[in-house]
């Protein structure tokens, strides 16, 4: 029981610092990312709806990009990502509080979408034209959630007769936010926004996320309904005026849980500067967008470490009086020598130039080779051979060695 403990506590170590340091590797790396979208989105795509929506794809990436080769090739990357790499080792404490707080957040998350789903089965369903709907008896603004069954909910006034064309017109709006993939994409930021959570940008940044699926789906109405995008703004304010008569907009539902009133005044604006868009571009540039996402994780992926990179590294270790030979990674021996399921296969003339023999006949040398690594300086694993100096001989040697079997704490390692 006591070697179970402390592989549990050495597997959660490696698990929890080498997770942590990807995660707030990725958050650092969000940080101007997300700054690179605000800009884009603000000076070359003010009037381009959909194409500010298309522009936050840019951030889908970014939890994978923590395992890549030029943080250890640059000078300026090595000092901060591998510097922080040691830190979240050594500080283990760091990386615990920063999974905890992930952790908290993602069950919180978890809580509040069981309940909303709770409260809205618990809701009147009808049928209009075809569209389930539910229905509350309170004053607010429709809303569509669930990323897989998308579950519209309308306040039980719109049901009137009199307003059969407003509920029409809003029902093609949350329609929209369906057909254009904003469920799938806001339950991804969501999931980003928990895991790159030291990341202020994330969170800030929703307000203008979520305004601009909303005026996306704006445009999309306008032109398929047809109408004037003044009547269709009027229509939104004169609902607003309604809800705003039984309740305060702090306790208003929209789309996903803001106000709908803090960002009216925009949409109004934006509304007024409704121009006819082609649908075959919009879907021609939606494309090429996906596109460049599938490019760049294959790049991302090719421009990445693996998730187990094999060693063939050479260490020496003399025995006999506790000294360390050869510490580790000499390149020209390494790359000389080789094993298979028994035997190492080592230059003894090479070896001999480098620490000279002799010195080393009656002593017993441990020859550590093999092993894996995930990230530079995170890995383990290997073999030894056990030989004494005076009978390497000559030329390149065989030493025969008993072939470890991976520990638990390995094994885990190996599949993280």
């Known amino acids: 029981m006591p070697e179970f403990f402390r592989q549990f506590g050495e597997l959660m170590y490696a698990a ?34 959909f194409a500010k929506c298309l522009i936050w794809l840019f951030i889908v990436p970014v939890p994978f990009l923590g ?4 943080f250890y090739e640059t000078k300026l990357l090595v000092r901060i990502f591998v510097n922080l790499q040691g830190i979240c080792f050594e500080y283990i404490w760091i990386s615990y509080i920063y999974i905890a ?9 978890t809580i509040r979408s069981h309940r909303l789903s709770k409260y809205i089965h618990s809701l009147k369903q009808m049928s209009i034209n075809g569209t389930d709907i539910f229905v509350n008896n309170l004053y607010m603004t429709p809303f569509v959630v669930g990323m897989f069954r998308p579950k519209i909910v309308i306040p039980e006034y719109l049901t009137a007769p009199d307003m059969e064309n407003d509920l029409s017109t809003i029902l093609l709006h949350e329609k929209s936010h369906i057909r254009q993939g904003h469920l799938v994409f806001m339950a991804l930021w969501n999931i980003l926004r928990i895991l790159l959570w030291i990341n202020p940008l994330m969170f ?20 398929k309904k047809g109408g004037s995008p003044v009547e269709y703004g009027q229509m939104l304010l004169d609902n607003l005026k309604i809800i705003n008569r039984f ?8 789309l996903f849980g803001g106000s709908a009133f803090r960002s009216m005044k925009k949409r109004i604006e934006s509304i007024t500067r409704f121009k006819p868009y082609n649908t075959k571009r919009i879907r021609i540039m939606a494309a090429v967008s996906l596109l460049i996402l599938v490019y ?8 990445s470490f693996r998730r187990i990179n094999e060693m063939n590294n050479i260490a020496i270790y003399n025995a006999t009086d506790m000294e360390t030979v050869i510490q580790y990674d000499n390149t020209e021996l390494s790359s000389t020598s080789y094993y298979d399921d028994k035997y190492l296969y080592i230059n003894a003339n090479l070896l001999d130039d480098l620490i000279d023999l002799e010195k080393y006949g009656n002593k017993e040398l441990w020859i550590y080779f093999g092993g894996f690594y995930k990230l530079p300086g995170i890995g383990g694993g290997g073999e030894v051979a056990v030989v004494n100096g005076k009978d390497l001989g000559t030329g390149m040697v065989k030493i025969p060695y008993e072939e470890a079997q991976d520990t638990l704490v390995i094994t885990l390692l190996k599949l993280m």
């Open 296 to 303: 760049s994780f294959i790049l991302i992926k090719t421009i």
């Open 247 to 254: 309740n305060t907009a702090s306790n208003t539902l929209t």
């Open 16 to 49: 929890v610092g080498f997770y942590a340091m990807l995660l707030i590797r990725c958050a650092i790396i969000s940080i101007p990312v997300v700054a690179f979208i605000l800009a884009i989105r603000k000076l070359f795509l003010k009037n381009m709806p």
């Open 67 to 70: 395992r890549l080769h030029i």
């Open 204 to 223: 800030s940044s929703t307000k203008i996320l979520k305004y601009d699926l909303e005026t996306a789906c704006d445009v999309s109405v306008i032109q």
């Open 101 to 109: 707080i992930t952790c908290i957040l993602l069950c919180i998350s």
